[in-house]
Antibody, heavy 121, light 108 residues
Framework: EVQLVESGGDLVQPGGSLRLSCAASGFTFSSYAMIWVRQAPGKGLEWVSAISGSGDVTYYADSVKGRFTISRDNSKNTLSLQVNSLRAEDTAVYYC??????????????WGQGTLVAVSS | EIVMTQSPATLSVSPGERATLSCRASQSVSSNLAWYQHKPGQAPRLLIYGASTRATGIPARFSGSGSGTEFTLTISSLQSEDFAVYYCQQYNNWPPWTFGQGTKVDFK
């Protein structure tokens, strides 16, 4: 089955860190760019970060630049997001999603069900 | 950054009725626009890309139109499973990839 499954979300204190993971199955993972998108409570979708199929090109939203790091392990079909220096405004459900090809992101045709990150003292 | 604005915020529709959702871009995105459906607790689902091309498996009652800065998603005859939040997203100028704030389609 073609799917994405996120994990790693948790309740964490401000300033804390987490590593989110996205396990891909049913398709050739390395052939697709991947992104992270989040949805804060009561809000819409916000793009967070993106990575090319080979992993050599990455992009970040200004709101997370310098705090979040996206990576991928194509041998394990896994996408990761290291989130550091967490703030209350990072509280959200984090989704991973698949881009159109290895280097063209365009639209996102496969999404996971999300993992919740809650930042609170 | 291209800002995407959707209207209305909420659309109340009865089953079987037609629903028309709008999306406006702050500058031209050509036809580089996608629409997604999102239900609570579920993964978002791609409906439309290229402004008007239905994604694989999407029913024909969903249609998209527009180009430049004005876009429309039409659901020709609303089914019970169509009550959800709908987002538009531009991919003409990236990063960032930007989404509208969403239109909630609920039961009238």
């Amino acid at each position: 089955e073609v799917q994405l499954v996120e994990s790693g979300g948790d309740l964490v204190q401000p300033g804390g860190s987490l590593r989110l993971s996205c396990a891909a199955s049913g398709f050739t993972f390395s052939s697709y760019a991947m992104i992270w998108v989040r949805q804060a409570p009561g809000k819409g979708l916000e793009w967070v970060s993106a990575i090319s199929g080979s992993g050599d090109v990455t992009y970040y939203a200004d709101s997370v630049k310098g705090r979040f790091t996206i990576s991928r392990d194509n041998s394990k079909n896994t996408l990761s997001l290291q989130v550091n220096s967490l703030r209350a405004e990072d509280t959200a459900v984090y989704y991973c999603a698949r881009g159109r090809t290895s280097n063209w992101y365009d639209w996102f045709d496969l999404w996971g069900q999300g993992t919740l990150v809650a930042v609170s003292s | 950054e291209i800002v995407m604005t959707q209207s209305p915020a909420t659309l109340s529709v009865s089953p079987g009725e037609r629903a028309t959702l709008s999306c406006r871009a702050s500058q031209s995105v050509s036809s580089n626009l996608a629409w997604y459906q999102h239900k609570p607790g579920q993964a978002p689902r791609l409906l439309i890309y290229g402004a008007s091309t239905r994604a694989t498996g999407i029913p024909a009652r969903f249609s998209g139109s527009g180009s430049g800065t004005e876009f429309t998603l039409t659901i020709s005859s609303l089914q019970s499973e169509d009550f959800a939040v709908y987002y538009c997203q531009q991919y003409n100028n990236w990063p960032p990839w930007t989404f509208g704030q969403g239109t909630k389609v609920d039961f009238k």
